[in-house]
C-alpha cells in the first residue's frame, strides 16, 4: 500500500460546494480543509457538528479531526454541543473511539 499526498488546501467557496457535492470523498475532503484553513470557527465548528450525524463513518470520522484541528488553531469550541456530539458519534460508530479520544486530547490541550 502506498500514501499519496493530498493538499488539503481549499478556499471557503470550493469547501461549500464540496461539502454539497453529496460524494463522499468530496465531504472528507472539505471537512478536513475547513478544520486546517477555515477562518470562520463558529461556521467550521456547525459544519464539523452536521457533519459528526452522517450516516458515513468516513465523513463522522473527518469531521471529528476536523474539530480536533478547530480547537487547537482557535483554542475554543462550543464544549456544550461538542462534547455531547462526539458522545453521539462514538456511539453510532464504535470504531471511531480512538479518533474521539484524540480529539478530545486536543480539545483538553487546545481550550
Known sequence: MSLIYH???????????????????????????????????AWAQTVCLDHLKSGTQSVAAAAITALGHIARRFGELEMQVVIPALDAVQAKFPALEASVADTLDDIEMFT
Open 7 to 41: 493538499d488539503p488546501s481549499i478556499s471557503h467557496d470550493e469547501a461549500v460546494s464540496l461539502l454539497d457535492s453529496g460524494l463522499e470523498k468530496h465531504i472528507v475532503t472539505a471537512l478536513i480543509s475547513v478544520g486546517l484553513n477555515e477562518q470562520d470557527s
